[in-house]
């Protein structure tokens, strides 16, 4: 016997009221689920956190909050400078889970700074490196965030090459009496490989602070890097004997020095001036 249209159609709104009320208590589930998480998150109970970060996920598979909550329960559970195998993957777990999250959003800062921080914290520099020059160089994100990551690349270039100028076999003080000043002068390493290693950080470190003041003008940070890396290059070009293209760094360098300095003394106002309007506003505004 065939169904009227009458009763086909309440048993359709039946069916569609029944789903609609498995989804809501579902999501009211999930929301629990990530309170507990919250719950043994503050109290130190990173797995049984991460457990109920995965259930809410599992309840609700459109919460846009669980992502992160298992993101964040796994990123606790690693160990800063323990080199366990274990230790290890759990890092190389929240790098998965943050990945998922960017996968979705590239915009999400939270999870692009802390697969950065994970993978310096584990020594994994290439990938790091990799990790950062991806963002850099990517036309889609903002300006002031591709400045960001060119700054980070070009502080490791100028760690580079001052690790190798400030060796102290490479560098001489003297006291000048009549003035009582020191001098410092600098000279060339035995190893020439040394020295070209210096030499290339210091001409990438130069082009990834120019990228930097390209997308930021205003970033003192990128200055400052520069003005850093103008002076490593004065210190090698002192090194090779090239006293003219030292001098052209100098002034270069003292032109960069300049620019950080005045950005640092706005940057200084800015924040003083906003620190005082805090202080005068009344509570609660």
């Known amino acids: 016997m065939k169904l009227s249209q009458t009763r086909i159609v309440l048993v359709l709104a039946v069916l ?14 999930s929301k629990n689920q990530l309170n507990e998480a919250a719950k043994a998150y503050r109290d130190g109970k990173f797995p049984e956190a991460e457990q109920h970060s995965r259930e809410a996920a599992a309840l609700d598979p459109d919460n846009k909050t669980a992502p992160m909550f298992i993101a964040r329960t796994i ?20 790098i998965e889970a943050y990945q998922q999250i960017l996968a979705k959003n590239p915009q999400d800062d939270e999870a692009y700074k802390a697969i950065a921080y994970l993978y310096g914290a584990t020594k994994a520099d290439d990938k790091l490196k990799q990790w950062i020059t991806a963002r850099a160089t ?6 002031p965030k591709r400045a960001e990551a060119y700054v980070i690349l070009a502080s490791k270039d100028w760690d580079c090459s001052f690790k190798i100028t400030e060796l102290p076999t490479h560098k ?32 990438q470190g130069l082009a990834e602070a120019e990228n930097a003041i390209k ?55 800015k924040k003083e001036e906003e620190e005082a309007k805090q202080a005068s506003s009344p509570p609660g505004e």
């Open 215 to 269: 997308f930021d003008a205003g970033s003192e940070a990128a200055w400052s890097y520069k003005t850093n890396l103008l002076l490593e290059a004065a210190k090698l070009a002192e090194m090779a004997g090239q006293t003219e293209q030292k001098a052209s760094y100098q002034k270069d360098y003292e032109a960069a020095l300049k620019r950080t300095t005045e950005l640092s003394a706005a940057n200084q106002k």
């Open 75 to 94: 990123h606790a559970q690693y160990r800063p400078g323990v080199t366990t195998p274990e230790n290890i993957a759990k890092a190389q777990q929240a």
């Open 138 to 143: 990517n036309e889609s994100v903002d300006g």
């Open 172 to 203: 001489t003080t003297t006291l000048d009496p009549a003035t009582n000043r020191a001098t410092i002068s600098y000279k060339k390493p035995k190893e020439q490989k040394d020295f070209d290693q210096a030499q290339m950080c210091v001409k």
């Open 16 to 29: 569609v009221a029944t789903s609609s009320g498995c989804g809501v208590i579902n999501r009211i589930r």
